[in-house]
Every structure is written in C-alpha cells, then in structure tokens.
C-alpha cells in the first residue's frame, strides 16, 4: 500500500481513528484503546475499549492524565484479545492516528510483549502531515490543532482522541482546496505499514537516497515560528546517527531547530539526545554501532547526561510528551 493506491475504495473519507492511552512510561503498558470508524467522511462506529496492562501497573503520572488506574482494568482483558476485537472494527481500512510514533509503537511493543502478532494494515499520521502542510502553525499537537479545526476534543479519553485526530484527516485537505493523494504526493508521504515482520513507517523520507549530514549543519536552518519555551526540546542539544526511516535528516535538522533545539553534526559530553536510526552494517561493522554511538555510549559510561533514543521517541518529544500527545 502506498499514497497512489487510492483506487479499491475511498481512503481519504472512509477508514478507521485510534488512539491508545498506557499504564506508564513503557510502550508495552497500554490500557485502552479507542477505535472510531469513518464511512463517507462521518463517524458510524465508536469503541472504548479497557486493556489489563502487564501486572496491571500504573504510574500516578499516567493516571493523573487519563484517569485511568488500577481498579478500572483489574478485571479488563489483555492485550491480545481486546486487539482481536479492534482488529474486527478496522476490517482492512486505512488506519489514522494523531501521531503514530506512539501509536504504532505502543501496538508493536504491545504485541512483542505477548508474543501476539496483528494482522497488517495501511495507516496514516495526521501529526506529520499537517506539521508539513501547516509548518508555521505554533503547535501541532492535537489539542492546538483541534482548536484551529473547530473539532471537539476531551483531550485524552481515547474514543474522543481518535475521533478528533479523524475528523483532522478529514480537514486537512478541505484546508487546502485539495485531494489526499494529492497533499500526501505533495509533501512526498507514503502510507506506513503496521507489520510486525516488516514494518514500514509513515513517512516522506526517501528510500533510495541519503543525505550526509555533512553537506548541511544546524546554521543553515532557522526556526519557522517562535519555538515553545516550554517544550521538551527547548534549548536541548541533539544529534543524530544512521539513516531515519520516517523523515529526511534535513527535515530532522529543521524539526529540531523548530522545536528551539540545537541540532549538531557530532556527539560531545553536552549532547542531550542521541538519535539512532537504521545504521549501514557495512560502514561500522559487526558491533552495529556508529561511531557517535559508541562516543555517546562513552560519555553515558562516564556518567553522562546524554540520552539515546530511536526515532519514534524523537517524534513524540517533537510533539510534545514522552509518553502521549
């Protein structure tokens, strides 16, 4: 599936809305889900569905935010069998979700923790394309964005989450007088693929090419709005290594910069985060590690600050939380 294959049915009007909320920090705690099936641009179905998460732990601050605890999923199902039902719902349909860095993973790592296995799907993430249709817009977080659509949204009960990030996949392209084809072709996205075999993010980076980092550095990039102060990456120093799967380096670069970090071309011990992509076995050899890898491991050794994080987690400190928008 790609952003052509528009031609068995209407993706960009009939598909299904999720949004998963967890117990904690770790992406293999979910505790519900909410599923929201679109026909012909209007919501006909509506699932809120409570998972056990493992040992059914909570941290307070996950609670805090959803207002989902311990009581509420001691007698819920896992994991696996409320996925059986959800999976009922999707029927084969494009899946859309308001950043599917979290999204995807928490089903991944979810399904990897019982050693379950979903059926694959097309899905779609309205946070990455309206942060490139809208790049001047002062946040992209579903709240903001739900604000600006006039979309009615109680932020954080999954049902109202998934239906609000469906109703934006449906507003996006009105925005812009266009089609989906079109705004994805556009900003250069093909669908993502959640398959745990063969997983395949959304994304607008290209496959057969990479861009050395080399031929750009943090001066050439400026910020497209004033950055948050108050965001997860104001005044952080980043760098990145390997090749990222859901977006150009020079995109990561401008992400970073818009974000009011300090993207830089080399690790050092005033590095915050270090972003690992898809590393080239044939440039750093057996141990599958760069050599920004290895200096950030050092410094971590030494009792460094640094944090090293994939390119999911990087995309979800760009919206705005670690642990959910």
């Not at 409320?82 to 979290?102: I, K, R, S």
């Not at 970090?261 to 972003?275: F, G, H, I, N, Q």
């Not at 600050?305 to 390119?311: G, L, M, P, R």
């Amino acid at each position: 599936m790609n952003a052509t294959d528009w031609s068995a049915c209407d993706w960009g009007r009939s598909f299904a809305a999720i949004d998963f909320e967890t117990a904690t920090s770790e992406r293999s705690s979910a505790c519900a889900v909410g599923v929201v099936v679109f026909e012909q641009g209007s919501p006909i179905s509506r699932r809120r569905l409570l998972i056990c998460p493992p040992g059914n732990r909570y941290d307070a601050f996950n609670t805090a935010l959803h207002g989902i605890g311990p009581s509420d999923t001691r007698d819920s199902p896992g994991f696996p069998e409320v996925w059986e039902q959800v999976a009922g719902m999707l029927d084969g349909q494009l899946v859309v979700a308001h950043n599917t860095a979290f999204d995807m993973s928490v089903l991944r790592r979810s399904a990897e923790h019982y050693g379950y296995e979903p059926a694959p799907f097309p899905f779609a993430c309205t946070y990455r394309l309206a942060r490139s249709a809208m790049p001047e817009a002062p946040s992209w977080g579903l709240k903001a964005l739900a604000g600006e659509f006039g979309i009615p949204l109680s932020h954080h009960d999954p049902v109202s989450d998934a239906q609000a990030a469906g109703h934006l996949w449906l507003a996006l392209p009105e925005r812009f007088s266009t089609t989906h084809p079109e705004l994805l072709a556009l900003h250069g996205y093909r669908l993502g693929r959640c398959d745990l075999s063969a997983y395949r993010p959304y994304s607008n980076a290209q496959p057969s090419s990479s861009v050395s980092s080399s031929s750009f550095s943090a001066k050439d990039f400026a910020p497209r709005a004033e950055p948050d102060a108050d965001g997860l990456l104001f005044a952080k120093k980043i760098a990145f290594t390997g090749t990222l799967e859901c977006m150009p380096r020079r995109e990561a670069f401008q992400a970073a910069v818009d974000a009011g970090a300090a993207p830089t071309e080399s690790v050092s011990k005033r590095t915050d985060y270090l972003v690992v992509g898809t590393i080239d076995l044939r440039r750093v050899g057996e141990t599958g590690l760069s050599s920004k890898h290895r200096r950030a491991l050092g410094f971590v050794a030494e009792g460094g600050k640094i944090q090293i994080i994939d390119e999911d987690q990087f995309v979800c400190l760009l919206a705005g939380t670690v642990t959910r928008d």
